[in-house]
């Protein structure tokens, strides 16, 4: 199945990172499918198949490889010196960023949900200079949604942000890069479920109905969850 456009890698390094960032995910049982009895998200979608990245944290290989292939990713499609602090959000982004930031050697904060309720940076924790270039980090995306309130509390404590970063980005739903085109942010992932998919099929981990089944969810995601109901 053909990915949209704009989620086809640029490069030979981008794509062969993709694939080894799914053949990760897939080893350390962070993909998840589940066709028949469908998963339900915060948003009240449904969906076949779930991805877990929280797991990343208890396999240290894996979280070594997935943080290297993210400084890859960073220095080849933003650029190290771009970048004055790493920022994980609330609260699953805060190991991948601490991880990322230590690799950079660069500083780390991290941002509430919400504010404590008191002083400018009260969705910050760590020391943030005015003006400081941040990329904001998370595990995974699916419609952009929760980026929208760590970039909005970076940005009104004196923060610039250009670039987020996500391990995984699902890739379906076009309101992710639609709001961070709004908001003039990149988002950079490692992989998408399109790199799954191809990587689950070729190593044939799961059966053809259940591959189908995500493929299908895949081409129309909102009919999928709606048919589903």
Known sequence: MPRPAELTHATDDARLAAQRAAEILLDIEAVNFRPDDPYTFTSGRKSPSYVDCRRIISFPAARSELTRLA????????????????????????????????????????VRKEPKGFGRMAQIEGKLNEGARVLLVEDLTTDGGSKV????????????????????????????????????????????????????RSRELFTPEQLDSVEAYLDDPEGWSAARE
């Open 71 to 110: 400084v890859d990713l960073i220095e080849r499609d933003i650029g190290g010196g771009e970048i004055d602090i790493v920022a994980g959000g609330e609260t699953s982004g805060i190991p991948f960023s601490a991880w990322i930031a230590d690799a950079l050697d660069l500083p780390m904060i991290y």
């Open 149 to 200: 309130r760590f970039i909005e509390a970076l940005r009104a404590a004196g923060a610039a942000v250009a670039h987020t970063y996500v391990v995984f980005h699902y890739g379906i739903f076009p309101e992710s890069l639609a709001t961070m085109a709004k908001l003039d942010v990149g988002l950079h992932a490692l992989a998408t479920w399109w790199d799954v998919l191809d990587v689950a």
